[in-house]
DNA sequence: TTGTACGCGTTATCAA
DNA sequence: TTGATAACGCGTACAA
C-alpha cells in the first residue's frame, strides 16, 4: 500500500499535525522534527493525496479547457500556448472537447457545479447571459479565448480590422474585383468571427467606392470542402475576380484546390488571402492573416491563473491584432 | 452554496444512506420515498461532488495521456482517437505532455502514487522496466501506443514492415538508386521506430541485392528542417538517388522543398515515399506509408478500459499494419 | 513548538 | 427498507 500522512507521523514518532506542517511548510517547526519528518517522508516515498487535499482545499491544481473540435489546426495552436503556460504554473490540463450543443451546455451547467478544475478556459464559444451570470455566481474563474462575454475576461481578436487591412492590403495592389468566402455564421452573439470579418470587407471596399456583389461572395463550412465548393462557383462566374480573400485558411486551401484544377494561375491570375496563419499556410506558400495563437493561448491562461487568485477581480476586455504575412499566393 | 447529500436528505426526510442508495439505485428503495429523494435533489440542484466521491471509491473518472510533443501533427490525429473513445466512456482526458527527460520520468514516477487518473495512455514512449514494473506493482492500468513494454499491454505499428512495403513499391516501380531518410534512433528499447524501419529498408534492398550505401543514408532530426537539410545532402552528391524513402511526413516536406529549390522534378526525376499519413501529406500529395492514427488511439483507449475494468488482465500486444497511400509524388 | 480532534462529502457497514 | 456511524486522507483550529 501507499503510505498516508499517519504512517509518516508513526515513523517520525510525531503527530499529523506536525507532518501537515513540515509539507506545507506553515509555520515554525523546530529544525530538529523537521529533519525527522523529511526523513520519515523519504524512506516512506509518501506523497500526499492530491484527491484528499482538494476535499479540504477546494482546489484541485487542474485547469479545464473547453473547446469545440479542439483538432482543428486553430485549437491546436492555440493549445500549444495553453498548454505550455499551464505547465509553467504546475497545473494539470482538462480537455472538455464539445462537438454538439448537448455537450457543451453539460460543461457549461456541469462544471462549475463542482470544482474538478480551478478555473476554465473557454475556446471560440460564448456563452450567453444566463450561463455567465452563472459562472460568476459560483465563483469559477473563467476566461474567455476568441470569444466575448461583457460578465467575463475576454481575449478577442480584431477580426474586423483583419479582414479591413486584407482587403485595404489588396486594393493597393491594384485589384477591384476582390470576392470574399465566408464562414457560416452560427450564434447571434455580439463577437461574432464570421460576422465581424464581414463587416471589416465591406467597410474597406465601400472606402474605395466599391461594394461587395452577391456573386462575388460565399458563406461556406469553415473547411477544406467548403473552400473549394464557394471557389468553384465564384470562379466558374461570368466576370470572375482577380482576388479573393478567405475567412480561414482551412477554406483557403480548398480554394487552391479549385483555382488548380480550373487552371487558374496564383497569384497571377489569381490572388488570395487566408485567415489564421496555421502551419498549412506556410507550408502551402498562402499570404494569411495571422492571428496570434500561440499568445491567445498563453495570455488565456495567465489571465485565468490572475483570477484564480483573485476571483472577484472585474472583467476585463483584451484586444488583440492580427498580422498579415505576405507569401506566394499574393503578388505584392 | 451548493447543496450536499445532508441537505438533500434533510429535505426528502431521510438519513443520508438514503440518498446515497437513491443516487447510485444500489438496492431497494421504496418507491415512495425514492421519489421524495429524487424531487429533494431536483429542487435543490444537487450534484454528488466527485471529488468527495473519489475520496472512498478511489475512481477519478477520467484518464490520463502521456505524450511527448502532443502538438506535433501525429500525435494530433492519434489524440482525436483517443479523445472520441474516451469521451464515448463519459471520462474526462487529463493531458500531461512531456517535453523533457524530467517531466517524462516525474509523470512515471507520480501519477501512478495517487490516482489522479483511473488509467493512463502513454504515446510513443516505452517505459524502462524499473518503471514498467512499478505501474504493476501499485496496480495503475497503463496502455503503450506506439511504445513497447513486455509487462504493458502494447499498440504497436508493424514499421519493419512498412519500411519493407515502402521499399518494395520502389522496386517495382524500377528504381534502383533508392536513398533513406530516417529520423534520429532515440533510446535502446526493444520497439524504436527508426531502428525497425531502417531494418525494412535494409531487409528489401538485400533481398532486390541492393544495399544502402552511405551516400543515400541519412539520419536527422524528426522535423522539416531535418528532412531538408538531409535532403540538400543527399541530392547534391555525385550520384543521386531517383527514389527517396522517408521516415516521417514532416520530414518528407522538407525533403519536397529541397526538390524544389533543387530544381530536381518530383516524380519523374525523384520519386518520394513518406511515412505516417498525417493531414498535411494529403494536401501536398505526398505518397506515404499510412499508420492508423486515429484507431491506435481509440483501439488504445478501449484497451484501457478493459484493464480499468479488470486490472489483473495479462498484458497483450497488438500489432498495427501501415497502408501505402498512393499519390502524386510517385508514378505507380 | 507540538499533538488531538474535527470536518470536508461521500460510500459502506451494520443494526434496527 | 432504512438510519446512524465509521471510514477515506488531509488541513487546521485549539489546547497543551
Redesign the interface.
Known amino acids: 500500500m ?1 503510505a498516508t500522512i499517519h504512517d509518516v507521523a508513526r515513523v517520525a514518532g510525531v503527530g499529523i499535525g506536525t507532518v501537515s506542517r513540515v509539507i506545507n511548510n506553515n509555520t515554525s517547526v523546530k529544525p530538529g522534527t523537521r529533519e525527522r519528518v523529511l526523513a520519515a517522508i523519504n524512506q516512506l516515498n509518501y ?6 487535499r ?2 479540504i482545499s477546494k482546489r ?1 491544481n ?1 485547469i479545464g479547457v473547453i473547446a469545440p473540435f ?2 482543428r489546426p486553430f485549437f ?2 492555440v ?2 500556448g495553453v ?1 505550455v503556460a499551464t ?1 509553467s504554473y504546475g497545473k ?6 464539445v462537438r454538439t450543443d448537448e ?1 457543451r451546455d453539460h460543461c457549461f451547467s ?1 462544471l462549475p ?4 478544475v480551478d478555473g476554465v478556459l473557454i475556446l471560440s464559444l460564448s456563452p450567453d447571459e444566463a450561463v455567465a451570470q452563472n459562472f460568476r455566481r ?1 465563483g469559477l474563474p473563467v476566461v474567455l479565448v476568441d470569444a466575448y462575454s461583457p460578465l467575463l475576461t475576454s481575449l478577442v481578436v480584431n477580426n474586423k480590422d483583419g479582414a479591413y487591412q486584407a482587403i485595404q492590403y489588396l486594393l493597393r495592389a491594384g485589384h477591384q474585383r476582390i470576392g470574399f468566402i465566408n464562414g457560416i455564421i452560427e450564434g447571434n452573439f455580439k463577437f461574432n468571427q464570421a460576422t465581424d470579418r464581414l463587416e471589416g470587407v465591406r467597410c474597406a471596399l465601400q472606402e474605395a467606392g466599391l461594394s461587395l456583389s452577391a456573386d462575388l461572395q460565399e458563406e461556406t463550412a469553415w473547411s477544406r470542402l467548403g473552400g473549394r465548393e464557394a471557389a468553384l462557383r465564384i470562379l466558374t462566374s461570368a466576370h470572375r475576380p482577380s482576388a479573393l480573400f478567405v475567412a480561414s485558411d482551412i477554406q483557403a ?1 480548398g480554394v487552391l484546390e479549385a483555382a488548380k484544377s480550373l487552371h487558374i494561375r496564383v497569384p497571377e491570375e489569381l490572388a488570395i488571402i487566408g485567415f489564421d496563419g496555421i ?2 499556410s506556410e ?2 506558400g498562402l499570404t494569411t492573416m495571422q492571428q496570434p495563437m500561440w499568445q491567445m493561448g498563453e495570455q488565456g491562461i495567465h489571465k485565468l491563473i490572475e483570477l484564480i487568485e483573485d476571483p472577484l477581480h472585474a472583467p476585463e476586455l483584451i484586444w488583440l491584432n492580427t498580422t498579415l504575412i505576405e507569401r506566394a499566393t499574393t503578388s505584392g
Not at 92 to 97: A, K, M, P, R, S
Open positions: 501507499v506523497k500526499p493525496n492530491p484527491i484528499a482538494s476535499m484541485t487542474s479542439f483538432t491546436m495552436e493549445l500549444q498548454e505547465a494539470e490540463l482538462v480537455l472538455y472537447n455537450q456541469d457545479m463542482h470544482r474538478k459560483v486551401v502551419e498549412i507550408l502551402l
